[in-house]
């Protein structure tokens, strides 16, 4: 059996993660969706919440498991029999990066391999910082994430008010 983990912050999970998860089901025999708990920027959710949201996601796909952690990616891969890490690619800067950490991974330990695929073309623009940015505009994010997680931002957004200081604006604000 080939188990991948599937790592990000998913903060929020959206259409871009749901499509690499599942065709990563395709790929493999069981996919972990492993939801970090501690990531060096700021999140909108809590770990319990972006577990929540990604186990509703894929409630219905019995190949695909959602889980936290925390610790070096590759740590968590050995503990708990997984082979493979699955990446996503949208940008060319994204490979970049993609790479210096699949290389470092492989430094720590090489029997685990890295897989990368690339995201579909209508994923491309799409990362969790857009969505938090869109969402803490009072935009439209229901082409973006499931309806679940688009009540959940727009409750915390009403929550946090409009000039709240989580997530910072770039340029759809102008």
């Not at 073309?121 to 688009?150: C, N």
């Amino acid at each position: 059996m080939i188990r991948a983990v599937f790592p990000g912050t998913f903060d929020p999970i959206h259409y871009g993660h749901i499509d690499i998860a599942h065709r990563a089901a395709r790929l493999f025999d069981e996919v972990i969706v492993a939801v970090y708990d501690r990531p060096l920027k700021t999140l909108l959710f809590s770990p319990d919440e972006r577990i929540a949201f990604a186990e509703e996601v894929f409630r219905k796909n019995e190949k695909i498991k959602v889980t936290g952690y925390s610790g070096l990616t590759v740590e968590f891969c050995k503990k708990i029999g997984a082979q493979v890490i699955v990446r996503g690619l949208r940008v060319f800067s994204d490979f970049e990066y993609e790479f210096r950490m699949a290389l470092a991974n492989h430094r720590i330990d090489p029997d685990i391999e890295v897989v990368a695929l690339i995201t579909h073309e209508k994923h491309t623009f799409l990362s969790g910082a857009t969505v938090r940015e869109i969402a803490s505009l009072s935009g439209d994010v229901s082409s973006l994430v499931p309806p679940h997680v688009e009540a959940a931002l727009k409750k915390r957004f009403g929550e946090l008010g409009e000039w709240q200081d989580i997530v910072p604006t770039s340029s759809l604000r102008d």
